[in-house]
């Protein structure tokens, strides 16, 4: 398999002194803007040779950053990230290879993968921060690692949000992808078949589509006590050979008692009863109607 992500293509390099290190480097960054190299001799444990020959090697394949100020320190980059929670991931046994990017987005970067038994899976990398970050880098250098490191735990944050609501929902026959588990800013999850709603050409059956998602939000709300608050053309998947829809994408999903949930479940009908009126021409239930089902009588 073709190895695009430059995590995982450089994964087979590395050597567990070299992970070591690595990993003590993100460590170090919790606490400072640079991760010390005499800090990093001393907690590793390994001779200050051995260090900087590990040191530049990490450098040379862009997996951190040299800083040279009062103290000579490391950052990493995002594939240094990357690297971290791709090996994670192996050593789990959750992904055995990555191959051809699938999608970018602003949010997320999504790899065709495969697990140990050679199943085609799909891992969602987290990118929020990735777009102001490169903003801010271009601004000001000096703020960059700080940034940097507070972009990697925001992403962190939003891809263990996402993987808890799918891991909830695991094993109750909703229609969205199996989670196979998640390290820092990754999610492993089945590869769903089809393509977004926004792409499909053609519907059998398009209010038939529309009463399978009305349904998937009607269990998800009462049984479940979530609103997928982001239910768009985007984020239905469409399966033509079956007409089997899958919802994907839960980072933002809310509970129910969360203020703005009604809110938010009225934004995604409107927006969807609409989109269903317009592309697929058909005529639906009152916004209002169909938030009484969903809600139901709670
Ligand atoms: N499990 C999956 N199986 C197949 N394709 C997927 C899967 N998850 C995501 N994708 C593809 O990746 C795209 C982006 O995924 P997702 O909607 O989860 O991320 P996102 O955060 O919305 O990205 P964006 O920044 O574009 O909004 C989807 O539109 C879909 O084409
Ligand atoms: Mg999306």
């Known amino acids: 398999m073709p190895i695009k992500l430059r995590g995982a293509k450089v994964l087979k ?8 290190v690595l990993n003590m480097i993100e460590t170090l960054l919790r606490k400072g803007e640079y991760a010390p190299v005499d800090k990093i001799v001393t907690y590793s444990g390994y001779r200050a040779k051995d260090v900087d020959l590990i040191l530049s090697k990490l450098n040379k394949m862009k997996l951190t950053r040299r800083w040279k100020g009062h103290f000579v320190g490391y950052s990493l980059t995002l594939s240094g990230f990357d690297v971290l929670a791709l090996n994670t991931l192996y050593n789990k046994k959750i992904v055995f290879g990555v191959g051809q990017t699938r999608a970018v987005g602003k949010e997320s970067d999504i790899y065709h993968a495969i697990d140990f038994e050679e199943n085609e899976i799909i891992i969602k990398i987290n990118r929020t921060g990735r777009a ?19 972009m990697f735990s925001v992403a962190e944050i939003a891809a263990k949000r996402e993987y808890k609501i799918l891991k909830d929902l695991k094993g109750n026959n909703l229609p969205i992808p199996d989670v196979k588990g998640h390290n ?33 939000a009607k269990t998800l709300y009462q049984t479940f006590n979530i609103v997928h608050a982001d239910l768009t053309e985007y984020n239905i998947m469409y399966d033509e ?8 994408d ?43 089902y969903v809600v139901g009588n709670k």
């Open 241 to 248: 050979e079956n007409g089997k829809i899958t919802v994907i």
């Open 132 to 150: 102001s970050f490169q903003q801010i880098k271009r601004k000001r250098d000096f703020l960059e690692n700080r940034f940097h490191y507070s």
């Open 184 to 216: 820092r800013h990754i999610i492993a999850m089945d590869f769903v078949e089809g393509r977004e709603l926004v792409n499909v050409q053609y519907i059998k059956k398009p209010i038939k589509t529309l009463e399978r998602i009305i349904e998937f």
């Open 250 to 292: 839960f980072p933002q999903a809310v509970q129910t008692d969360h203020p703005e949930a009604t809110f938010l479940l009225r934004r995604d009908f409107t927006h969807l009863l609409d989109y269903f009126g317009k592309k697929w021409g058909i005529t639906t239930d009152e916004v209002e109607t169909v938030i009484e």
């Open 13 to 20: 390099d590395l050597s567990n002194m070299d992970f070591r």
